[in-house]
């Protein structure tokens, strides 16, 4: 079992920053992928970025130049730095775990299914 936990959401204007984090603990994997994804009122849930665990990672075209994902050396926290922050950014963010590498998979990374752990969620709220 893994647990997530994220922090960091809150309301900003629209150009601004925040940094979401996610707290890991729990079972470890030596090969794995972490994702943020997003959720906006009345629209799917969608993978936003993914890292694996040697540092690669992919991002969705809407954040690609705006949104850096990484993790602390000692992989127990997860990040995902948000700049130039849009209102169509407005979303729950939420922070999952598979311990499986699926950035060699672009078909599979941002899949909701593919991923057997999550936690429940930061608001994010971009006013313009």
């Not at 707290?23 to 992928?33: R, W």
């Not at 665990?53 to 990040?79: E, P, W």
Request: glycine share 12%; proline share 3%.
């Amino acid at each position: 079992q893994v647990q997530l936990v994220e922090s960091g959401g809150g309301s900003v204007q629209a150009g601004g920053s925040l940094r979401l984090s996610c707290e890991v603990s729990g079972d470890t994997y030596i090969v794995y992928t972490m994702a943020w994804f997003r959720q906006a009122p009345g629209k799917e849930r969608e993978g936003v970025a993914a890292i694996d665990d040697d540092g690669s990672a992919s991002y969705a075209d809407s954040v690609k130049g705006r949104f850096t994902i990484s993790q602390d050396n000692g992989k127990n926290t997860l990040y995902l730095q948000m700049n130039s922050l849009k209102p169509e950014d407005t979303a729950l963010y939420y922070c999952a775990h598979d311990p499986r590498g699926l950035l060699g998979r672009p078909e599979l990374v941002f899949m909701r299914d593919e991923y057997n752990y999550w936690g429940q969620g930061t608001q994010v709220t971009v006013s313009s």
